[in-house]
């Protein structure tokens, strides 16, 4: 029985070195997972041989071969990862922006539509005529502050002329 245990791991062992061969030479990236996967070993058995799980952490950190093609940093996957939810932030930014603004012109159509709200014109027409209706009473004052400055006009040469006819 132990015989069959050595047999089995040996067996696993020689999957997972040629698994990793196979994905040094494919530029394939290593990981515990991806490897493990490929070898069709459980995680833990790579865990537990550290021989084999140095060699992967080796592998994964060796500069690409020569006629391999360049391997992407992780710090650059990590940057271009910050930069895309960033821009995802500023897009949901921006989608919430553009459904209020959406928002508002349906509410806006939808109480129009009920006629509830008075309509655009009548509105305009409404401040115009609030408008001219304070020019008017402008107007009014005006009108009212001559007639009275006319009605002391005439009683001055109301005075004037009495005066004038009695001294003659």
């Known amino acids: 029985m ?12 020689d999957r997972v070195l040629k698994a990793l061969d196979t994905m040094l030479r494919s530029n394939s990236d290593i990981t515990v997972s991806s490897l493990a996967r490929t070898a069709r070993v ?12 140095q060699r992967v952490h080796a592998a994964a950190a060796a500069p690409p071969q020569e006629g391999r093609i360049s391997a992407v940093s992780r710090a650059s996957l990590q940057t271009d990862l910050a930069n895309a939810l960033e821009r995802n932030k500023r897009l949901a930014t ?3 922006q553009l459904e209020r603004r ?14 509830l709200g008075a309509p655009v014109d009548v509105d305009q027409l409404q401040q115009h005529i609030t408008l001219l209706t304070q020019n ?5 004052g005006q009108l009212d ?5 006319l009605e002391a006009a005439r009683a001055a040469n109301r005075e004037l002329t009495r ?4 001294h003659e």
Do not use: C, K, M, P
């Open 136 to 140: 008017i009473a402008d107007i009014q």
């Open 102 to 115: 959406i928002s508002q012109s349906l509410g806006d159509a939808a109480w129009a539509d009920s006629g």
């Open 42 to 53: 459980d995680r833990t058995f790579l865990y537990r041989h550290r021989d084999l799980l």
């Open 2 to 13: 132990i015989d069959g245990r050595r047999a089995d791991s040996a067996r696993r062992r």
């Open 94 to 96: 921006r989608v919430r």
């Open 163 to 166: 005066a004038l006819n009695q």
């Open 145 to 149: 502050e001559r007639a009275d400055e």
